[in-house]
């Protein structure tokens, strides 16, 4: 049961890649305060997924939520997006983006069309969100970036997934900045290495024994390790702003 100090209830928070993983597990965490939500899903391969959790926590919370997909590399997508939750709840409280794409490469093998991909869903989709975000998000409200704590690394490999992110950094400074008279507060969070398929898909056994020998532990990183951080800078947490929080059991630090 939620803590009844710290209500969401009444307020509206659009969570993109909301259907698995990090994102999932935060709908779930601010359905539990009440929050109605947004659950944004990129592929139409995430549509089951993203439904069923819509019954999930509507049948258990008492909230309201729907389903949107959008690609938010592309500017009339990521419009609609807050466009459709201000039709249907208002307004937007809470805006956060885990849109992210790894990739472990040495520069020198890296192509053209890897650079734009890895450009658009780390750092366009981000600029896109967040450039909506200032005309949608109410006053008081909080915006929330999932970014990597291999921005602190210095390690070969992934350059251009630590250049495709570092951006964002940087957009959260600038709008921290720009959003302070009207008390909006711009975080980010930057997790170690994750133990969700988004890892996986990029590493060798030897590597993912590596990581835990990082963390606290000598394990990865969790979801419900970051949920609770999110959480945070989304209720009691709003005098952080302009940070990007290193969350990442000792793996990293900046």
Known sequence: MAPLDISLKGQTAIITGGSK?????????????GANLVIHYHSSSEKSNAESLVQEVTKEHGI??????????VEKDAEHLFSETKSKFGGVDIAINNAGKVLKKPIGDISEQEYDQMFDINSKTSFLFLKQAYKYVNEKGRIIFLV???LAAYTPFYGLYQGAKAPVEYFVKA???????KQISVNAVAPGPMDTPFLYGQETDESVAFFKTQGLGNRLTKVEDIVPIVRFLATEGTWLTGQTLYASGGFTAH
């Open 175 to 181: 709008a921290s900045k720009e959003l302070h008279d």
């Open 64 to 73: 309201e939520a729907f389903a949107i997909q959008a690609d938010l590399s």
């Open 148 to 150: 990597t704590s291999l």
């Open 21 to 33: 993983n990090l994102g999932a597990e935060t709908v779930r965490e601010l359905a539990k305060f």
